[in-house]
C-alpha cells in the first residue's frame, strides 16, 4: 500500500503561483510515476503533468511553460509548481503514484484562481 498528502492548494488571483506538495509513504517501489491530474467543477479528470523517478516529464498542452514538475527521491515528494495562474486553472488537484504493483490516488487539494 502507498499513501498520498497533498498540500499547498488554495485561493491565488489570476496570474499568481502556487506550489503543490505530495508526499508519498508506504511500500515505494524504486521504478515508478508520480502524475497531478486536476477536475474542474463539471468536467472529467485530465493529467495535468507526469514525472518518472528517473526525472522524465511530460505535460498536458493547456499547461506547457506555466507549470513544472519535479521530484525529491529522498523524500518521496512530488511537486507542481503553477505560475501565471488562470481563472480556467480553479480545480481539485490530485496526486497519483503508480508501479508495477498498484495506482494510489491521494485526497485532493482545492486550487481556486479568481480576483
Known amino acids: 500500500q502507498v499513501q498520498l498528502v497533498e498540500s499547498g492548494g488554495g485561493l491565488v488571483q489570476p496570474g499568481g503561483s502556487l506550489r503543490l506538495s505530495c508526499a508519498a509513504s508506504g511500500s515505494i517501489f524504486s521504478i515508478n510515476y508520480m502524475d497531478w491530474y486536476r477536475q474542474a467543477p463539471g468536467k472529467e479528470r485530465e493529467l495535468v503533468a507526469t514525472?518518472?523517478?528517473?526525472?522524465?516529464?511530460n505535460y498536458a498542452d493547456s499547461v506547457k511553460g506555466r507549470f513544472t514538475i519535479s521530484r525529491d527521491n529522498a523524500k518521496n515528494t512530488v511537486y507542481l509548481q503553477m505560475n501565471s495562474l488562470k481563472p480556467e486553472d480553479t480545480a481539485v488537484f490530485y496526486c497519483?503514484?503508480?508501479?508495477?504493483?498498484?495506482?494510489?490516488w491521494g485526497q485532493g487539494t482545492h486550487v481556486t484562481v479568481s480576483s
Open positions: 514525472i518518472s523517478n528517473g526525472g522524465s516529464t
Open positions: 497519483r503514484y503508480r508501479d508495477p504493483h498498484g495506482t494510489y
